[in-house]
Each structure stands twice: as structure tokens, then as C-alpha cells.
């Protein structure tokens, strides 16, 4: 559905300029115009904001008015010195005594009476009567031209027997505010978008959530608690949490306790497991949020996850015969990991996601000793922390609620004399991290609710991707844990990094990809390899997989590769290589004062943009890959701009 923009304009000329821009869009919005100069605007702009505008455009003191009293985004527009020098110069043409109405005051007033012979009264005004009032002072004081830039302005001055000149502005002017407005509305729009989806996603959760304020109030709760704890009456909502469940202790966080963690509380003949967190704005508890669920559910759920992460867990489909590679890079990695699978030192991969962590990991795993032993992975980041420790030490029968009978092994004990890989290591909570330290210091472990050391003889391979680093420096990752795991570590490269792999890779997988889809196999055509060695692929080999993936089910020949490849390179710049230059933010702006020296075409964001490309390529000697990695696009994407402003190459 397209977004609609409501222009309220204050004279008419507006109008068919609004119109000639919105022209130039490729998904044109919907414009709706209105007449409107300050606080008559606000009727305007209410019916607009009814019939479905989704942010407002009107003159600058009218859209400050607009702003607090309507929902949607409302953007001025904003006239620049050099049309108030346009007005200036008209309007000394009628007198030397000049008024200018303006919401904020004008820079450079004084420089354009020195530089016209001109006296300015600057009317400020924040509504219509300071207009009305500052209008008619200004002519009885002697001012006979006001220059203002709506026709209210013009019509007044002439009716207390001045000149009146309008200030008009071109069309970079409007184009600048219609963009912000279609900004600003598809920015609205996504975060309706995102609060419906999260509403949805609190109302589907399984677990129970209960929300109050820092006065211990009642503000929310989901359909799940309701279920939970049997049938939630809305007046709940504004009611003392303590008048319906004293038993959740959520006012005990209020009062100064930390957090509840899995605590078994019993409500009526109603088990359940709660943990109740604060929720802090700028280091002060401006609620609390309580979740839970039935204690009978935990046993069901700890199954179905262990099924799941067992499912293929213990056996590998890697060697090291899949890094085979003409990157000096990689050779390396494959000869430091020969070397690191001999010897029982815990092993930390680092890489970004899809550069080939758990690859590697497999491939250790088969070129160790432990070999014929188990193979153990677990992503630390997909459980709740309650599950992930009974997950990774085991329990004993009867530890807790819903516990299997008997108890039940580990993730490390079901590797003994085998490997575990520790994947998302940095995800793992504080105090689980205490415990994993003292399982890798001392090669034990104890099931929760045991009393009983079990030894353990394991090959720990963790993996993490460059965040570890930032959790390091915020203290969300403890050092010591992290020096234990870094006995050993291999930083894996990212695609981009080994660009003598590209061509090589994509002509691998693109044929694992034809046979997987029972494909005609042929070979990827040079100009297609060309263009991804032109992609920096933020998702590495992950991404390449997927996108040929995509290749191998569309095209029957190599006719088509080329032109698929181009269709699904825009939609992965589109996403991932969208980070275009803005001249906006990366062009230094000279002052207002020094901006009379400049050439009108310097003076543009073309302008600007085309000088900014020039300069880069003249420093990076018309290298179009370092051009385009300096000014943070893509090297077609250079190109194009090159192309549209009419910047030479290397000569």
C-alpha cells in the first residue's frame, strides 16, 4: 500500500512544484494537499492525519505549531539564506526599511544589511497572535516591505499599507523535505509493524508473563498467565499485584533483590517455576516482569530439546578434505588444526557466522585420536539458562519438579572419549560460566541435585563469532573462562578475505546445489564469478550457499545464470550492501556566512556528491575497489554514480 504524505501548503505555486517532484520517486507516495497557515493549519492536518497521512509537510512555523497537536511525523520546510537574500533583494527595491517574519531567528541578517544597505526587523513568532502582534508593530515603527513566506504574510503587510514579498524556495528545497517525510513514514510504519509483531509474540508466547510498574501496579499481562494461572479478569490490570499473587514475590525486586531465578512457587494446587527480573531505565527499577510456567511442562520440554539437539549430534558429516583451499589463509588453519587435534587442549574457533566454525570443529574432531568416539555440539544460545545447565551437567532423580526418574547423563558425559563443541560460548549466562570454568579446570562434573564427582575425558572445541571480544571489554564474559578456552585458537577468515577461493568455491557448491535439486550440471560463466568477486558477502559461505542455491533451482542453462545472478546480487545489495553514501551526513557543509563563495553547483548534494567521488578516486588512484570500499559502497554501485554524474575514470 503506498504511503500517503499530507502537503499543507501557504501558496499556490506550492502546489504544482509538490507535484513535479513527487514525479521523480520511483514508488511515488500519495500526496494530499491542504491550505493552511498556523493555527488554522491544525484543522487541516487533523483531517489529513484521518483520511490516512502518514507524516505532514508544511512552511516552517506552521509545521512547529502542527507538531504538538498531531500523531504523525511533521516535517518544516525549511527556506535557506539564499532564498531570503532572493526576497531581500526584491524587496530593497521598494524601500530600505524591511521586516521578515520567521519562527527562528535568521543567521547572517547582519551581513545582508551590510551588504544591501538594508535595515531587517526580524518578526518572531511562535503562534498567530505574536504574528499578528509582531506584523503590525514592525509597520508602525517604519518597516515598509515585510517579507514573509506564506500569503497571509503578504495579504497583512498590504492591508496595514506596506509591501508585502513572498519568499519562495526551489525545488531541492521540497525534494529534501519530501524525502525526510516518506523517511520518516515508512520509519512510522515499520514500527507499527514491529509493535504488532511483538504484541503478537507476547500474546503466543508458552510461558506466562505478568508485568507491573515501579508501583507495584498491574500494567500487563499475556494470554498465556491467563491460561496458566485460570482465567486472568481484565480489571486485573491498574489492581496492586499484591491483592491477586503475593506468592510471585514481585515486589521483593522492587524492594531491592536482584531477580527470582526458577524458583518453585505454589499457588493454590498449582506448581509453578517463576523468574522475576527488574526492568531498569537509566539505572533506576522502573518495574518488574514476572515469567512462568507450569512445573509439568518442564519435563515434556526438556525431552523434545534433548531430541532435538541429539538428533545427528553424536555423529560428524565433515573432514578436513572440505577445506580444501588455494588461500594461504586457510592452508594455515588446516595445518594448525592437524597439529591442535593431536593434543587434548581446549580449542576456541573465532569467525563470523558462516565462515565454517563447526566445519572445522567436525574436521578436528576426525583428525583427533577420539576420533571413533562421540561426537557432542550444542548451540549454548538456543536454551534458557535453567535448561542449558541441566543440559550440559546432567541431573539427578528428583532434582527438581518434572525431573526424569532416575536422573539423566550430561552433554559431558555423553562425550566421554569423544569431543564437545561448545558453539555461541559467549552467549552463556554469568554465573553458568563459573560453573563451566570449574568443569574445565578440573575435568569433573556433578548432575544438578547429585552429590556425587563424576571425571570426565573430553576434547572441548568452543566457537564464537567477534562479539566474545565485545562481551570481554562489558564484562558480560568472564576473562578467566575466556583464557581457559583460548588454549588453543584458530580465527577463521571471511569470504571476502580470500578472494582467490571465490571462483573456486561458488563452481563447488553450485554443483553440489544442481545435484541436490536434480539439476542438468554445468559450470558458472566467468562474467557471473566476476560479479562475486565484486560482492563482500557479509554472510560469508552461508550466504553463498543460499544465493547459489537460489541459482541452481532457477536457471536450466548458463544462459540464464547471468541474468538471475544479477536479479538476486540487487536483492542481497538491497539488504546487506545498502549502506550507500549519504551526503547529508558525510559531507562537511560550510558555514552560512562562508557559503556565498561557493559555486551553485558545489552547493548541491549532487554537487557535493560528485567532488566527494572525485577526490576519493584521485586518493585511492582511481582504485575503483579501494574508492568503493573508502566511501562504503559496493563497486557497482560506484560505478553507477560515476556513470549518473559524469566522473571520469583513470585517464
Same mark, same amino acid.
Given at each position: 500500500?503506498?504511503?500517503?504524505?499530507?502537503?499543507?501548503?501557504?501558496?499556490?505555486?506550492?502546489?504544482?512544484?509538490?507535484?513535479?517532484?513527487?514525479?521523480?520517486?520511483?514508488?511515488?507516495?500519495?500526496?494530499?494537499?491542504?491550505?493552511?497557515?498556523?493555527?488554522?493549519?491544525?484543522?487541516?492536518?487533523?483531517?489529513?492525519?484521518?483520511?490516512?497521512?502518514?507524516?505532514?509537510?508544511?512552511?516552517?512555523?506552521?509545521?512547529?505549531?502542527?507538531?504538538?497537536?498531531?500523531?504523525?511525523?511533521?516535517?518544516?520546510?525549511?527556506? !535557506? /539564506?539564499?532564498? $531570503?537574500? *532572493?526576497?531581500?533583494? @526584491?524587496? &530593497?527595491?521598494?524601500?530600505?526599511?524591511?521586516? +521578515?517574519?520567521?519562527?527562528?531567528?535568521?543567521?547572517?541578517?547582519?551581513?545582508?544589511?551590510?551588504?544591501?544597505?538594508?535595515?531587517?526587523?526580524?518578526?518572531?513568532?511562535?503562534?498567530?497572535?505574536?504574528?499578528?502582534?509582531?506584523?503590525?508593530?514592525?509597520?508602525?515603527?517604519?518597516?515598509?516591505?515585510?517579507?514573509?513566506?506564506?500569503?497571509?504574510?503578504?495579504?497583512?503587510?498590504?492591508?496595514?499599507?506596506?509591501?508585502?514579498?513572498?519568499?519562495?524556495?526551489?525545488?531541492?528545497?521540497?525534494?529534501?523535505?519530501?524525502?525526510?517525510?516518506?523517511?520518516?513514514?515508512?520509519?512510522?510504519?515499520?514500527?507499527?509493524?514491529?509493535?504488532?509483531?511483538?504484541?503478537?509474540?507476547?500474546?503466543?508466547?508458552?510461558? !506466562? /508473563?505478568?508485568? $507491573?510498574? *515501579?508501583?507495584?501496579? @498491574?500494567? &500487563?499481562?499475556?494470554?498465556?498467565?491467563?491460561? +496458566?494461572?485460570?482465567?486472568?479478569?481484565?480489571?486485573?490490570?491498574?489492581?496492586?499485584?499484591?491483592?491477586?499473587?503475593?506468592?510471585?514475590?514481585?515486589?521483593?525486586?522492587?524492594?531491592?533483590?536482584?531477580?527470582?531465578?526458577?524458583?518453585?512457587?505454589?499457588?493454590?494446587?498449582?506448581?509453578?517455576?517463576?523468574?522475576?527480573?527488574?526492568?531498569?531505565?537509566?539505572?533506576?527499577?522502573?518495574?518488574?516482569?514476572?515469567?512462568?510456567?507450569?512445573?509439568?511442562?518442564?519435563?515434556?520440554?526438556?525431552?523434545?530439546?534433548?531430541?532435538?539437539?541429539?538428533?545427528?549430534?553424536?555423529?560428524?558429516?565433515?573432514?578436513?578434505?572440505?577445506?580444501?583451499?588455494?588461500?594461504?589463509?586457510?592452508?594455515?588453519?588446516?595445518?594448525?588444526?592437524?597439529?591442535?587435534?593431536?593434543?587434548?587442549?581446549?580449542?576456541?574457533?573465532?569467525?563470523?557466522?558462516?565462515?565454517?566454525?563447526?566445519?572445522?570443529?567436525?574436521?578436528?574432531?576426525?583428525?583427533?585420536?577420539?576420533?571413533?568416539?562421540?561426537?557432542?555440539?550444542?548451540?549454548?544460545?538456543?536454551?534458557?539458562?535453567?535448561?542449558?545447565?541441566?543440559?550440559?551437567?546432567?541431573?539427578?532423580?528428583?532434582?527438581?519438579?518434572?525431573?526424569?526418574?532416575?536422573?539423566?547423563?550430561?552433554?559431558?558425559?555423553?562425550?566421554?572419549?569423544?569431543?564437545?563443541?561448545?558453539?555461541?560460548?559467549?552467549?552463556?549466562?554469568?554465573?553458568?560460566?563459573?560453573?563451566?570454568?570449574?568443569?574445565?579446570?578440573?575435568?569433573?562434573?556433578?548432575?544438578?541435585?547429585?552429590?556425587?564427582?563424576?571425571?570426565?575425558?573430553?576434547?572441548?572445541?568452543?566457537?564464537?563469532?567477534?562479539?566474545?571480544?565485545?562481551?570481554?571489554?562489558?564484562?558480560?564474559?568472564?576473562?578467566?573462562?575466556?583464557?581457559?578456552?583460548?588454549?588453543?585458537?584458530?580465527?577463521?577468515?571471511?569470504?571476502?578475505?580470500?578472494?582467490?577461493?571465490?571462483?573456486?568455491?561458488?563452481?563447488?557448491?553450485?554443483?553440489?546445489?544442481?545435484?541436490?535439486?536434480?539439476?542438468?550440471?554445468?559450470?558458472?560463466?566467468?562474467?557471473?564469478?566476476?560479479?562475486?568477486?565484486?560482492?563482500?558477502?557479509?554472510?560469508?559461505?552461508?550466504?553463498?550457499?543460499?544465493?547459489?542455491?537460489?541459482?541452481?533451482?532457477?536457471?536450466?542453462?548458463?544462459?540464464?545464470?547471468?541474468?538471475?545472478?544479477?536479479?538476486?546480487?540487487?536483492?542481497?545489495?538491497?539488504?546487506?550492501?545498502?549502506?550507500?553514501?549519504?551526503?547529508?551526513?558525510?559531507?562537511?557543509?560550510?558555514?552560512?556566512?562562508?557559503?556565498?563563495?561557493?559555486?551553485?553547483?558545489?552547493?548541491?548534494?549532487?554537487?557535493?556528491?560528485?567532488?566527494?567521488?572525485?577526490?576519493?578516486?584521485?586518493?585511492?588512484?582511481?582504485?575503483?575497489?579501494?574508492?568503493?570500499?573508502?566511501?562504503?559502497?559496493?563497486?557497482?554501485?560506484?560505478?553507477?554514480?560515476?556513470?549518473?554524474?559524469?566522473?571520469?575514470?583513470?585517464?
Amino acid at each position: 500500500m503506498k504511503i500517503t504524505i499530507g502537503f499543507i501548503y501557504s501558496f499556490s505555486t506550492q502546489v504544482e512544484m509538490a507535484k513535479a517532484v513527487i514525479n521523480e520517486f520511483d514508488d511515488r507516495p500519495k500526496l494530499c494537499f491542504g491550505y493552511g497557515i498556523l493555527d488554522d493549519a491544525i484543522p487541516v492536518a487533523r483531517q489529513m492525519v484521518a483520511n490516512g497521512a502518514e507524516s505532514i509537510i508544511a512552511m516552517g512555523g506552521t509545521a512547529k505549531i502542527l507538531e504538538e497537536q498531531i500523531s504523525v511525523p511533521v516535517i518544516p520546510i525549511r527556506v !535557506g /539564506i539564499l532564498d $531570503i537574500i *532572493k526576497a531581500v533583494e @526584491i524587496a &530593497r527595491n521598494f524601500s530600505s526599511q524591511l521586516a +521578515i517574519t520567521t519562527e527562528i531567528p535568521v543567521k547572517g541578517i547582519d551581513l545582508i544589511e551590510s551588504l544591501y544597505q538594508v535595515s531587517v526587523k526580524q518578526i518572531i513568532f511562535t503562534d498567530k497572535n505574536d504574528f499578528l502582534y509582531g506584523l503590525t508593530e514592525a509597520v508602525q515603527n517604519g518597516c515598509q516591505v515585510v517579507i514573509g513566506k506564506s500569503k497571509l504574510a503578504v495579504e497583512l503587510a498590504e492591508q496595514y499599507g506596506a509591501k508585502g514579498v513572498l519568499v519562495t524556495y526551489d525545488q531541492d528545497i521540497l525534494r529534501e523535505a519530501l524525502n525526510e517525510a516518506l523517511r520518516l513514514a515508512v520509519l512510522r510504519r515499520r514500527e507499527k509493524e514491529q509493535y504488532i509483531l511483538l504484541e503478537t509474540i507476547f500474546d503466543n508466547l508458552s510461558e !506466562g /508473563i505478568i508485568v $507491573i510498574d *515501579k508501583n507495584a501496579v @498491574i500494567t &500487563r499481562f499475556n494470554l498465556a498467565a491467563s491460561q +496458566i494461572l485460570k482465567s486472568l479478569p481484565r480489571e486485573m490490570i491498574g489492581s496492586q499485584v499484591s491483592e491477586y499473587f503475593p506468592e510471585l514475590g514481585m515486589t521483593a525486586i522492587l524492594n531491592g533483590r536482584k531477580t527470582i531465578e526458577n524458583e518453585l512457587i505454589v499457588i493454590g494446587d498449582l506448581q509453578i517455576l517463576v523468574d522475576n527480573a527488574p526492568i531498569i531505565l537509566e539505572g533506576k527499577i522502573i518495574g518488574v516482569v514476572s515469567t512462568f510456567r507450569r512445573a509439568s511442562e518442564i519435563q515434556k520440554m526438556d525431552s523434545e530439546i534433548r531430541k532435538a539437539l541429539r538428533k545427528g549430534g553424536f555423529r560428524t558429516q565433515y573432514t578436513i578434505n572440505h577445506l580444501v583451499s588455494n588461500s594461504q589463509k586457510v592452508k594455515d588453519i588446516i595445518e594448525a588444526a592437524r597439529k591442535y587435534a593431536q593434543v587434548d587442549l581446549t580449542i576456541l574457533l573465532i569467525g563470523e557466522t558462516g565462515t565454517g566454525k563447526e566445519v572445522l570443529a567436525q574436521s578436528i574432531h576426525n583428525l583427533s585420536p577420539r576420533r571413533k568416539g562421540p561426537y557432542v555440539a550444542i548451540n549454548c544460545s538456543v536454551l534458557p539458562e535453567n535448561l542449558l545447565e541441566s543440559e550440559l551437567f546432567g541431573y539427578e532423580g528428583g532434582a527438581f519438579t518434572g525431573a526424569r526418574k532416575g536422573g539423566k547423563p550430561g552433554l559431558f558425559e555423553l562425550a566421554q572419549n569423544g569431543t564437545i563443541l561448545l558453539d555461541e560460548i559467549n552467549t552463556i549466562p554469568l554465573n553458568l560460566q563459573a560453573k563451566l570454568l570449574r568443569v574445565l579446570q578440573e575435568r569433573e562434573v556433578m548432575r544438578i541435585g547429585g552429590a556425587q564427582i563424576i571425571p570426565i575425558d573430553v576434547k572441548i572445541i568452543a566457537a564464537a563469532n567477534q562479539n566474545i571480544f565485545q562481551d570481554l571489554r562489558e564484562q558480560r564474559f568472564r576473562p578467566d573462562l575466556y583464557y581457559r578456552l583460548n588454549q588453543l585458537c584458530i580465527t577463521l577468515p571471511r569470504l571476502q578475505d580470500r578472494q582467490e577461493d571465490i571462483s573456486e568455491l561458488a563452481q563447488v557448491i553450485f554443483k553440489e546445489m544442481q545435484q541436490k535439486f536434480g539439476k542438468k550440471s554445468f559450470l558458472l560463466p566467468e562474467t557471473c564469478l566476476e560479479r562475486f568477486r565484486e560482492l563482500s558477502w557479509p554472510g560469508n559461505i552461508r550466504e553463498m550457499q543460499n544465493l547459489l542455491g537460489r541459482l541452481a533451482l532457477l536457471c536450466e542453462s548458463r544462459d540464464d545464470v547471468l541474468k538471475f545472478t544479477n536479479k538476486i546480487i540487487a536483492e542481497e545489495e538491497r539488504y546487506y550492501n545498502g549502506f550507500e553514501y549519504d551526503p547529508e551526513k558525510s559531507v562537511i557543509v560550510e558555514s552560512e556566512s562562508s557559503a556565498f563563495g561557493i559555486s551553485g553547483d558545489a552547493m548541491t548534494l549532487k554537487g557535493m556528491e560528485k567532488n566527494l567521488i572525485r577526490e576519493t578516486l584521485k586518493n585511492c588512484d582511481h582504485n575503483i575497489s579501494t574508492a568503493a570500499r573508502v566511501l562504503g559502497i559496493s563497486r557497482t554501485t560506484l560505478y553507477r554514480k560515476m556513470k549518473d554524474l559524469q566522473v571520469a575514470g583513470k585517464r
